[in-house]
């Protein structure tokens, strides 16, 4: 008897296969559909939230997990947004290029094609439900979306939207599927289904991802951790430094592109710090640094080796005072999370120095962390950010959802 999972992945499978027709047009009428949807029925989808948010303050859950969770007016616009900006981009699928003609007459390139099946496992984040079920439609994939018990009713609520616009487009029933139950055996299920499911993409705390990284025979497209640093270099410029430094910790706690660590060159400390302490304090942030920072603000918690290794998603951040661009550099590589991690500068060579030597899925000159993501990047939205260097590395959007096969091209040519 085949178990839950097996029978979902057997349906996701049949309709991969049957996405391979679908044109552009059809999938962007989908989503377009989706995105008039969630505005029409924003009231029940807000509601469905409430009672989410509900039983996650009962249970006691944290801060940063009720940020991720809760919907608002300006969410779900985002949301309907983010539908439209993935109407607006190009679609990969079936792109040609590479093309080279060799001696013998044959035209020989890649073609960019789906990757298959993708489950996405994620946790209370609703935005997750719509931005994976539009990237990977609109990318030729189908998916299976298993979300936390913690959003299950936004998700069922967002869930029967996604249904409502596949089935009045004419587009396969099952390219969107949702396990509909909290059993967590569904979760080991669909990390052992290898020949059904494609790729595991886990969105959520580091335990989820390093257990989904741990047991899964599905290849996982994951980042465990969220340790951002901004280093304010020799040769800023004060202003932009003291804005980017602020925005990157308190614009939001909660998110895996938040700065955690500040680093600033010594020469540069006495002049900046004391100003964005300031700023900090105002928004409750505590901070915890080095001997060297200490001396320029006494009042500040010692940092501990702890501290450098440590993705707060709290209003606590660590500071670091360092010699130079080198010393920056080495202490990003050794502590962070390969993630996202900014230099501001107005030094052009220096610049370019971190920009290559920094081995992150996103490195930025003069630019908040806070930008990290897929709806900044232009892709619409991101069905995640990958920290792996293989198959593809930072945030993902359609085109990390794709392959490349070789495709050959001839005219009656035989091998000797």
């Given at each position: 008897?085949?178990?839950?999972?097996?029978q979902?992945?057997?349906?996701?499978?049949?309709a991969?296969y049957?996405?391979?027709?679908?044109e552009?047009?059809?999938?962007n009428?989908?989503?377009i559909l989706?995105?008039?949807?969630?505005?029409?029925?924003?009231?029940?989808l807000?509601?469905?939230?409430?009672q989410d948010?509900a039983?996650?303050q009962?249970?006691?859950?944290?801060?940063a997990?009720l940020?991720r969770?809760?919907?608002?007016s300006?969410?779900?616009?985002?949301?309907r947004?983010?539908?439209?900006?993935?109407?607006?981009?190009?679609?990969?699928?079936?792109?040609m290029?590479?093309?080279?003609?060799?001696p013998?007459g044959?035209?020989i390139?890649?073609?960019?094609?789906?990757?298959?099946?993708i489950?996405?496992?994620y946790?209370?984040?609703?935005?997750?439900?719509v931005?994976?079920?539009?990237?990977?439609l609109k990318?030729g994939?189908a998916?299976?979306?298993?979300?936390?018990s913690?959003a299950?009713?936004?998700?069922?609520?967002l869930?029967?939207?996604i249904?409502?616009?596949?089935?009045?487009?004419?587009?396969?029933?099952?390219a969107?599927?949702?396990?509909?139950?909290t059993?967590?055996?569904h979760?080991?299920d669909?990390l052992q289904?290898?020949?059904?499911?494609?790729?595991?993409?886990?969105?959520?705390g580091k335990?989820?991802?390093e257990?989904?990284s741990?047991?899964?025979?599905?290849?996982?497209?994951k980042h465990?951790?969220?340790?951002?640093?901004v280093?304010?270099?020799?040769?800023?410029?004060?202003?932009?430094a003291?804005a980017?430094?602020?925005?990157?910790?308190?614009?939001?706690?909660?998110?895996?592109?938040t700065m955690?660590?500040?680093?600033i060159?010594?020469?540069?400390?006495?002049e900046?710090?004391?100003?964005?302490a300031?700023?900090?304090?105002e928004?409750?942030?505590?901070l915890?640094?080095?001997?060297?920072t200490?001396?320029?603000?006494?009042n500040?918690?010692?940092?501990?080796?702890e501290d450098?290794d440590?993705?707060?998603?709290?209003p606590v951040?660590?500071?670091?005072?360092v010699?130079?661009?080198?010393?920056a550099?080495?202490?990003?590589?050794?502590?962070?999370?390969?993630h996202t991690?900014?230099?501001?500068?107005?030094?052009y060579?220096?610049?370019n120095?971190?920009?290559?030597?920094?081995?992150?899925?996103?490195?930025?000159?003069?630019?908040?962390?806070?930008?990290?993501?897929?709806f900044e990047?232009?892709l619409?939205?991101?069905i995640g950010?990958?920290?792996?260097?293989?198959?593809v590395?930072g945030?993902?959007?359609?085109?990390?959802?794709?392959?490349?096969?070789?495709?050959?091209?001839?005219d009656g040519?035989?091998?000797?």
């Open positions: 008897m085949q178990n839950h999972i097996t979902i992945a057997t349906q996701a499978k049949a991969f049957q996405l391979a027709h679908a552009s047009a059809r999938k009428q989908a989503l989706l995105a008039d949807l969630i505005g029409e029925h924003e009231n029940t807000l509601a469905a939230n409430v948010m039983n996650a009962q249970k006691g859950v944290d801060n997990m940020d969770l809760k919907i608002t300006g969410s779900l616009k985002n949301m947004e983010g539908l439209l900006q993935i109407v607006a981009l190009p679609d990969p699928v079936g792109e290029d590479e093309f080279r003609l060799r013998n044959l035209r390139g890649k073609m960019r094609v789906p990757l298959g099946v489950g996405m496992i946790e209370a984040r609703p935005n997750v439900t931005d994976a079920a539009a990237l990977c990318s994939n998916c299976i979306l298993r979300g936390g913690e299950f009713h936004s998700n069922m609520a869930a029967k939207l249904k409502q616009a596949l089935h009045d487009t004419g587009l396969p029933e099952h969107v599927c949702f396990v509909e139950d059993d967590r055996q979760v080991g669909m289904a290898v020949d059904l499911i494609d790729v595991i993409i886990p969105r959520g335990s989820l991802v257990r989904i741990t047991e899964s025979r599905v290849p996982v497209i465990l951790d969220g340790i951002c640093h280093y304010i270099d020799e040769f800023a410029d004060k202003n932009k003291i980017i430094a602020f925005n990157a910790k308190t614009s939001r706690y909660g998110t895996c592109n955690e660590t500040l680093l060159h010594e020469k540069r400390a006495a900046i710090l004391p100003e964005l300031n700023l900090y304090a928004k409750g942030v505590e915890r640094g080095c001997l060297k200490r001396d320029i603000l006494p500040m918690i010692a940092a501990t080796d450098w440590t993705e707060y998603l709290a951040l660590a500071i670091k005072i010699a130079n661009i080198d010393e550099i080495f202490h990003i590589n050794q502590h962070g999370s390969h991690d900014s230099i501001v500068t107005e030094n060579t220096l610049a120095v971190f920009l290559r030597v920094v081995d992150s899925a996103s490195v930025m000159v003069n630019a908040s962390t806070r930008f990290a993501d897929g990047y232009g619409g939205a991101e950010i990958s920290t792996d260097k293989i198959h590395r945030p993902v959007g359609l085109h990390g959802l794709t392959s490349q096969k070789w495709v050959v091209l001839g040519q035989v091998r000797g």
